[in-house]
C-alpha cells in the first residue's frame, strides 16, 4: 500500500520523461496496478454514508445502480478506487440492441480538464439535457444504440473524480493520466467480467486525441505485460482531435485562410500574413519541445502558439468549434464554452436529486471544466508533445485507427487531421498516400455526408464529415454502424 503511493508521487514527478515507452517503468506499473487488485481486497474504503440507492460495494469499487433517464437498459454509476486516494467517476450504459455482443467504448472528453458528463449529456450518450437543465430527453443518436459506452472523469480532479490525498490532488501529464485510467479498466473489468470479451474502442473528442493514443498505448503495452486482464483493444477513434500538435497547430492558418469557413477569404490578407509568419515560429518552437521535452521549452512552445495563432482567431464572434454559428461568449457563465447548454449540464448534474441517484457526495460540487487543471497542462506543455508517435506500433499491429473530423470545428480542424494521418509512419502510409477520396453516404440515404479515404483493407480511415463542427452535431451523424 505505502509502495503503492509512494509510486504515484514519483510518477506525478517523472511528467516528460514518457513514461509510457519505458518498458521497465511500465512492467513496475503493471505489477503495482495487478496488485491493487488484489492489495484493494484488503482496503476497505471509507468515504461515504449509507445512501438511499442500490448500491455495489467492493474494496475497490462503490458502484450504484441509478434509475436516471435511460431506465430500460443496465447502468451504473460511481467510482473505482483506483488508489487509496485517488478516486475515478464514471458512467455506464449497456447497449440498447446486443449488450452482451456489442463492442465496449471508452469515451474520453477533451479539455484537458473536461468532464465525460459534456459528451454524456450534448453529445453521444443516450439522454440529452434538456430544459435548462431540469431533465433530460431521450437521444436517437446515441452510441449506446450499437455499443456499450463508458463515460470517465478523467484526469484525477475533473468532474467528479477527486483525491483524497493533498499530496496527489492532480495529474499532470497524460502518460500519467493514461495510467490511471489503465488501472481503471482493469478494475472495471474485474468487478464486470462479461464485459472484458467484448472488443473496446478508444475513443477521444478535442484533448481526448491526445489521452486516447496514451490510454490505447498503456492498453498495448499491459497485454504484453503481465496484465490482469488482457484488453481485447480493437480501435481508436478520434473526433476533431488534436495528436499531432507540430502538424496540427500550423494548420488553423489554412483553415481561418483556405477553409470552407475561412474567417478571411483573402489568402494573402494581413491577417493571414501574420499568420503565417507566427506559425513557422510556433512550429520551430514545438519541434524544441519534441526534440528536447522539458517544461520550460515546452510551455513556451503552448504559450506562443496559443497566444499567436489561436487567441487572434478567436477573437471572432463565432462559435470556434462550429463557425457555421455564433458565439455569444457574454452570455455565457464561462467564455471558454459556445454552447449555451454546457449551464445546463451544470445545473443537472449538481441537483441533489441527480446527485443522489449518481451515488455521489452532496457536498461533491461538479463543474464542466476544470480550469486549473487546463492551466497546468498547458504551462507544462503537454499539449504540444506528439501523441500521433505512440500509434503506429498499434496499427500495424492490428489496432484500427478512425479519424473524423467536422469540416467547420476551427479548434481541432479536418486540414491538420487529414495531414497527420497522411503523415502517420504505419506500414499503410504509402497506400494511405494514394488513396483517393470516396463519398461518405449516410446509410439508407442518398445524401453525402462527407468523403472517406482509407488503406489496410480500412484499418486507417480519415473521415472529412461536411457541414459539422465538432461536438453534437457531429455526433448526429451514423458514424458507428460505419466503423464498429
Ligand atoms: C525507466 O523507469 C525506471 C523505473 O521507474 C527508471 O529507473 C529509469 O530511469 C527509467 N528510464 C528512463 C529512460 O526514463
Ligand atoms: C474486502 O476484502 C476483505 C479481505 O479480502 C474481504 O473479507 C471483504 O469481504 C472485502 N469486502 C468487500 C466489500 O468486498
Ligand atoms: C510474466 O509472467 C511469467 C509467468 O509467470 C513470467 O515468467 C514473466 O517473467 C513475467 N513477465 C513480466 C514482464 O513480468
Ligand atoms: C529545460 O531546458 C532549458 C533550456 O535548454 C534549461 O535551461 C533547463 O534547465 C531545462 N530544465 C530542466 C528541468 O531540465
Ligand atoms: C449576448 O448576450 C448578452 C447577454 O445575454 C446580450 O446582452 C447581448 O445582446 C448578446 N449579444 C449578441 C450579439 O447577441
Ligand atoms: C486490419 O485489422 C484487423 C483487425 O485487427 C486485422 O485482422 C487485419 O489483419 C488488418 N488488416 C490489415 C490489412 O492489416
Known amino acids: 500500500m505505502v509502495n503503492f503511493l509512494l509510486f504515484l ?13 519505458n518498458q521497465t517503468f511500465w512492467a513496475g506499473t503493471l505489477g503495482r496496478i495487478n496488485n491493487w487488485v488484489d492489495v484493494g481486497a484488503q482496503y476497505v474504503f471509507s468515504g461515504y454514508g449509507s445512501r438511499s440507492v442500490d448500491v455495489i460495494e467492493t474494496n475497490f469499487s462503490r458502484i450504484a445502480v441509478p434509475n436516471l433517464c435511460e431506465t430500460d437498459v443496465k447502468q451504473y454509476s460511481g467510482y473505482f478506487h483506483i488508489s487509496e486516494s485517488k478516486h475515478m467517476f464514471f458512467r455506464f450504459f449497456e447497449s440498447r440492441s446486443s449488450p452482451s455482443t456489442d463492442p465496449l467504448i471508452l469515451w474520453l472528453q477533451g479539455g484537458p480538464g473536461d468532464s465525460g458528463a459534456v459528451g454524456l449529456l450534448l453529445e453521444n450518450g443516450p439522454c440529452s439535457i434538456a430544459n435548462g437543465g431540469k431533465s433530460t430527453t431521450r437521444n436517437p443518436h446515441s452510441w449506446t444504440n ?10 484525477i480532479g475533473v468532474g467528479f473524480s477527486y483525491s483524497s490525498s493533498e499530496l496527489e490532488e492532480l495529474v499532470h501529464s497524460n502518460a500519467q493520466a493514461a495510467t490511471d485510467v489503465y488501472a481503471f479498466l482493469q478494475l472495471f473489468f474485474a468487478q464486470f467480467p462479461e464485459y472484458a470479451t467484448l472488443p473496446l474502442h478508444v475513443a477521444g473528442e478535442s484533448y481526448g486525441g491526445i489521452y486516447a493514443p496514451h490510454v490505447a498505448s498503456a492498453i498495448w503495452k499491459g497485454n504484453r505485460l503481465n496484465a490482469t486482464t488482457k484488453i481485447r483493444l480493437e480501435s481508436v477513434m478520434l473526433g476533431n482531435g488534436i495528436t499531432d500538435p507540430l502538424i496540427q497547430i500550423p494548420s ?22 501574420a499568420l503565417r509568419s507566427s506559425a513557422s515560429t510556433c512550429k520551430m518552437l514545438i519541434r524544441a519541445c519534441n526534440w528536447y521535452p522539458n517544461e520550460s521549452v515546452c510551455g513556451r512552445a503552448s504559450r506562443y502558439c496559443r497566444s499567436r495563432l489561436f487567441e487572434p482567431v478567436m477573437k471572432s464572434d463565432l462559435n470556434w468549434y462550429d463557425l457555421r454559428t455564433p458565439c455569444n461568449a457574454t452570455a455565457l457563465p464561462r467564455p471558454e464554452w459556445c454552447y449555451e447548454k454546457t449551464s445546463w449540464v451544470e445545473n443537472y448534474m449538481n441537483d441533489p436529486k441527480v446527485k443522489r441517484a449518481l451515488d455521489v457526495d452532496a457536498d461533491r460540487k461538479y463543474q464542466n471544466f476544470n480550469m486549473e487543471m487546463n492551466r497546468d497542462f498547458n504551462a507544462r506543455g503537454e499539449g504540444v508533445l506528439n501523441a500521433a508517435r505512440l500509434l503506429p506500433e498499434l496499427v500495424d499491429g492490428g489496432v484500427r485507427l478512425l479519424v473524423y473530423a467536422g469540416n467547420a470545428d476551427m479548434m481541432a480542424n479536418f486540414i491538420g487531421n487529414q495531414r497527420w494521418v497522411e503523415n502517420l509512419d504505419t506500414k499503410f502510409k504509402a497506400e494511405f498516400a494514394i488513396s483517393e477520396a470516396r ?3 449516410l446509410s439508407g440515404t442518398n445524401t453525402v455526408a462527407g468523403r472517406v479515404r482509407s488503406a489496410g483493407g480500412g484499418n486507417l480511415t480519415f473521415v472529412e464529415v461536411y457541414e459539422a463542427g465538432s461536438g453534437t452535431c457531429l455526433h448526429t451523424i451514423n458514424l458507428l454502424q460505419f466503423w464498429i
Open 252 to 273: 488553423i492558418v489554412d483553415y481561418v485562410c483556405t477553409g470552407p469557413f475561412a474567417l478571411y477569404p483573402d489568402p494573402e490578407a494581413a491577417e493571414c500574413k
Open 9 to 21: 508521487v514519483i510518477f506525478g514527478a517523472l511528467g516528460h520523461t514518457n513514461a509510457s515507452e
Open 146 to 155: 450499437h455499443a456499450n459506452v463508458l463515460f470517465v472523469d478523467q484526469p
Open 439 to 441: 463519398d461518405w453516404m
